[in-house]
């Protein structure tokens, strides 16, 4: 259980285009999803937390309106990367949130790899 | 605390040995601490849990030890095997307060035949 699917995988763009990253849940609902970025050997940094329903919250620093959060089902997030350049290259990786109460147990995506030329 | 550094701290261990993976948070606040690991190209995978009343939390090969006095953790691997390779992070959470994770740094395991 609480498999958490991101597509796609590896993605190649121009500099200027747009890329859409989709993150399910598959055998849960989740009512709040969370967008990481995460650069060679460090740590994952949190970009946004996706709430079903609702506008995203984007920790400082993020540009909303570069990165767009849609979260328009309980298994369904999307991270559209807008007018993408090169240094916006790096791994996304989404998770979802399981478990109620006290516990912020999230599944992670497998990670899409974003390569901009 | 905020996740900084270019470069991971390894540690080489023999197959066979146990491992022991260190992590120091910084919010006396937090309540709930993961570990996860993530092989190289892929998300990271849940691997155990505490909360803050307990002090110590059994799995299957691994143990984690919660010590809030000097606010740290860690996760000890017995019988580490080539396949537990990979960057391990801990996790800490606020569920009063924030109520997201935030990661540690990373320790990457190289584990040695």
Redesign the interface.
Known sequence: GAVVSQHPSWVICKSGTSVKIECRSLDFQATTMFWYRQFPKQSLMLMATSNEGSKATYEQGVEKDKFLINHASLTLSTLTVTSAHPEDSSFYICSARAGGGQKNIQYFGAGTRLSVL | GE?V????PTLSVQEGDNSIINCAYSNSAS??F?W?KQES??????II?I?SNMDKRQGQRVTVLLNKTVKHLSLQIAATQPGDSAVY?CAE?N?GGY????????TRLAVHP
């Open positions: 996740s550094g270019l470069h991971l309540d709930y993961i996860y190209g892929k998300g990271p995978q849940f849990d909360r992070f959470n569920s109520n997201k994770l935030i990661f540690g740094a990373g």
